[in-house]
């Protein structure tokens, strides 16, 4: 059963840095693309970019300029990193497989992570 | 971006019924269209890819359908595990879009 979770500063400074990696087990992080998809309280969903195992990404176009997803595939681990982060960043972030080309869903998901953006 | 617009925004009903909710894109996107269940405190789950392809081990009484711009998520005989928050995503282009939810909560 492959299984996601999400690590990394539950609060962070205005202005600053939001960095996440999400550990992948129970399966390889090869031949599928990984994503991350954040979800502010009481909010809707939005999708934030994805990455494939080689390395190739995409990034929502409302966040590209502060956006960088990577992967390490020795670790079976991706990342993001979300610069000048403000409070609106504020929400719980998650990372999913996304399965197949197109049309593609994302059929396993991380428990999440709330990351608050505060002084 | 392509917009998706759920409706309604939350409803009502008792365990047995028959529930319908609808998702409108704001352009064509062929059958590329997913539907998620949400509840509160955990991740989505994914109910229908492809908009009418039920995901490995989701019980048959969901059901999706449509095609270009018009889809349906249908649960047939309502059961108390399914009040949850319901949510359509496009894939037809980059960003992938969500809907704004349907709450479905009990009468």
């Known amino acids: 059963q492959v299984q996601l979770q999400e690590s990394g500063p539950g609060l962070v400074k205005p202005s600053e840095t939001l960095s996440l990696t999400c550990t992948v087990s129970g399966g390889s992080i090869s031949s599928y693309y990984w994503s991350w998809i954040r979800q502010p309280p009481g909010k809707g969903l939005e999708w934030i970019g994805h990455?494939?195992?080689?390395?190739?990404?995409s990034y929502n176009p409302s966040l590209k300029s502060r956006v960088t997803i990577s992967v390490d595939a020795s670790k079976n681990q991706f990342s993001l990193k979300l610069s000048s982060v403000t409070a609106a960043d504020t929400a719980v972030y998650y990372c999913?497989?996304?399965?197949?080309?197109?049309?593609?869903?994302?059929?396993?998901w991380g428990q999440g992570s709330l990351v608050t953006v505060s002084s | 971006d392509i917009q998706m617009t759920q409706s309604p925004s939350s409803l009502s009903a008792s365990v047995g019924d028959r529930v319908t909710i609808t998702c409108r894109a704001s352009?064509?996107?062929?059958?590329?269209l997913s539907w998620y269940q949400q509840k509160p405190g955990k991740a989505p789950k994914v109910l229908i890819y492809?908009?009418?392809s039920l995901q490995s081990g989701v019980p048959s009484r969901f059901s999706g359908s449509g095609f270009g711009t018009d889809f349906t998520l249908t649960i047939s005989n309502l059961q108390s595990e399914d009040f949850a928050t319901y949510y359509c995503?496009?894939?037809?282009?980059?960003?992938?879009?969500f809907g704004g939810g349907t709450k479905v909560e009990i009468k």
């Open positions: 352009q064509r996107i062929s059958s590329y």
């Open positions: 995503q496009q894939s037809y282009s980059t960003p992938g879009t």
């Open positions: 990455i494939s195992d080689s390395g190739s990404t």
């Open positions: 492809a908009a009418s």
């Open positions: 999913a497989r996304r399965v197949s080309d197109f049309p593609y869903h994302f059929d396993y």
